[in-house]
């Protein structure tokens, strides 16, 4: 199997999850739609083109490696709104406030954020499409638009070095990649690495390998439409393991 590896890490990520009232907590490892929304930055594909979203929706499974999840850090958020008016597009944040300051309202949440936390992702092709690995590939190491963790305040702090390898999935999420901060023991003590990494993965429990301990699960970060925001449920499977 051929797979395309990337690492991700930042001061700060936020990977969405269901958020009811003013809570905007933030999951431990990239989501589903949050890495499909990276790639799709990087490919340069507009919020709007739905259909070239549903092809990278329908062609790519994820799974990811969690070094560190890194530490929570929560914000108390103001921010103003106009009142919502499908008559009216806006093409910028100044413009929606400026042409509708005299019906802005403010919006109170508390929002919570990931710092320091380093992961490794795997794509691969589940059918076949136009869409490949090495055009992936190649968006990553020169995207369209600037990708983020999760949110535009959360910017990467290291190139995402991606790379094709065939292997398995193991093997490819175990891909060792150039130290952050000048030397791997640099990386460990500063970003907090431990012994303990957490796989996680679409597909088949079997599919990282035979291993005791494989837990499975629901998760509601399948990307359905952005209008309205409506996310779908799948399957995940989890395991911890001791790595040297």
Known sequence: MQYLVFRLYGPMASWGEAAVGGDRPSALTPTRSAVLGLLGAALGIKREDTSRLEMLRTSLGVAIKAYSCGGLTRDYH??????QDRKRSF???????SIAKEKLNTVLSSRDYRSDGYWVVAVWQQQDSELTLDALNRALASPVFIPYLGRKACPLAAPTAPLLVESDLKSALDQRFPPILGSYEQDRRWLGLGSMVTYLWQGQAEDLGSFDGVQSCQVWDEPISRMPWQFGSRQEHQLTLVEE
């Open 78 to 83: 103001t921010a103003q709104v106009p009142s």
């Open 91 to 97: 093409h910028t944040r100044k413009d929606e406030l």
